[in-house]
């Protein structure tokens, strides 16, 4: 199975950022929507990603540094100070065992799917974990009809 078969599958709606915008209103956005991330766009060009992920962490960040100073509220925090400038990208033909590899081995959940320079959906963990378990369900209704319709000898 190729990522592009996972895109098919799941809605095409992407949700984007601008780098300099609050961090508050990226967040509002995405529990608004029920998306656990968000593509971040300069210029019409992929910046980065924001993920939940990157929001507790840098709330965490700053509720540390409070313990030192006084640190902005989140709505003073921009998305550019939270978001992961260099997240791992694939590709529609990468296969889906190698993404599922790569997200494993950077911990990553989401993952912004590229054709060259153009962002042509997000993949998460989940639309990963749904497709493989749609395709393996199909693979056993085959081999069981297969066996039923097995000729006697």
Not at 44 to 53: D, I, Q, S, V, W
Not at 55 to 66: C, F, G, N, S
Request: avoid cysteine; aromatic fraction near 4%.
């Amino acid at each position: 199975m190729e990522v592009r078969e996972v895109l098919q599958v799941k809605d095409s709606a992407l949700f984007t950022v601008h780098p300099d915008s609050p961090l508050s209103e990226a967040v509002i956005m995405m529990a608004d929507n029920d998306i656990g991330s968000a593509i971040v766009m300069d210029g019409g060009k992929l910046a980065g990603m924001l993920t939940f992920r990157e929001v507790l962490l840098i709330l965490a960040k700053r509720q540390t540094e409070r313990r030192v100073g006084p640190t902005p509220p989140i709505a003073e925090i921009l998305v550019v100070e939270a978001m992961d400038r260099n997240p791992p990208t694939a590709h529609p033909d990468m296969d889906v065992d190698e993404l599922r590899r790569m997200m494993v081995d950077s911990h990553t959940r989401y993952v912004p799917v590229m054709e060259e320079d153009t962002i042509v959906g997000i993949v998460s963990f989940h639309d990963v974990a749904k497709a493989v378990l749609e395709e393996r369900n199909m693979e056993n209704k085959l081999l069981k009809a297969y066996i039923k319709d097995w000729p006697a000898p």
